[in-house]
T-cell receptor, first 118, second 110 residues
Framework: GAVVSQHPSRVICKSGTSVKIECRSL??????MFWYRQFPKQSLMLMAT?????????EQGVEKDKFLINHASLTLSTLTVTSAHPEDSSFYIC????FGTGGSTEAFFGQGTRLTVV | SQQGEEDPQALSIQEGENATMNCSYK?????LQWYRQNSGRGLVHLIL?????REKHSGRLRVTLDTSKKSSSLLITASRAADTASYFC??????????FGEGTQLTVNP
């Protein structure tokens, strides 16, 4: 099956710094990628939909200036958490769907990034 | 907002027993999918059932879909300790984004 690679898997940063998380589709072109946030023992909350070559679509309540998304190519989307604070500590997961395989609509997920802001 | 609600929230069984998880949703769907998540990892797709299907099998997995009741169930037969994970249903209403349920934490005791 298709593979989505997410890096880094873990990152610890100081409060006030920015952190970039990369999400790559390794064997298919992803015109759309999705960024989720997950708190412990909770479900995935969609933060934004990343569209190649255009602006991301953010969900209600998600600050677009806080969570910068760039989708500059068909295989790479990045999420930058700017001026991170301890409340931004969470598990961030990206996913992509391969719409080019003639009907397959399952989503492929990255391994997730555990962000800890100290 | 989460469309899906799952029950139970947590399920603990013995190895060899069957595990059943339920998912309810609110709006019309194109398809419904089930995913598995090991602790601290990404999600892995298990099975997809389309809105015009009622039942689907994949190995030890059996999924049912009742669109009149807006509900689905996932049955794992002959469970193994390695099946311990969180299981999420996800509804596809637009062909693009998925909306996830709250999840069921399954623990299979050896």
């Amino acid at each position: 099956g298709a593979v989505v690679s997410q890096h880094p898997s873990r990152v610890i940063c100081k409060s006030g710094t920015s952190v970039k998380i990369e999400c790559r589709s390794l064997d298919f072109q992803a015109t759309t990628m999705f960024w989720y946030r997950q708190f412990p023992k909770q479900s995935l909350m969609l933060m934004a939909t990343s569209n190649e070559g255009s602006k991301a679509t953010y969900e209600q309540g998600v600050e677009k200036d806080k969570f910068l998304i760039n989708h500059a190519s068909l295989t790479l989307s990045t999420l930058t958490v700017t001026s991170a604070h301890p409340e931004d500590s969470s598990f961030y997961i990206c996913s992509a769907r391969d719409f080019g395989t003639g009907g397959s609509t399952e989503a492929f997920f990255g391994q997730g990034t555990r962000l800890t802001v100290v | 907002s989460q469309q899906g609600e799952e029950d139970p929230q947590a399920l603990s069984i013995q190895e060899g027993e069957n595990a059943t998880m339920n998912c309810s949703y609110k709006t019309s769907i194109n398809n419904l999918q089930w995913y598995r998540q090991n602790s601290g990892r990404g999600l892995v797709h298990l099975i997809l059932i389309r809105s015009n299907e009622r039942e689907k099998h994949s190995g030890r997995l059996r999924v049912t879909l009742d669109t009149s009741k807006k509900s689905s169930s996932l049955l794992i037969t002959a469970s193994r300790a390695a099946d311990t994970a969180s299981y999420f249903c996800a509804t596809d209403t637009s062909g693009s984004r998925l909306t996830f349920g709250e999840g069921t934490q399954l623990t299979v005791n050896p």
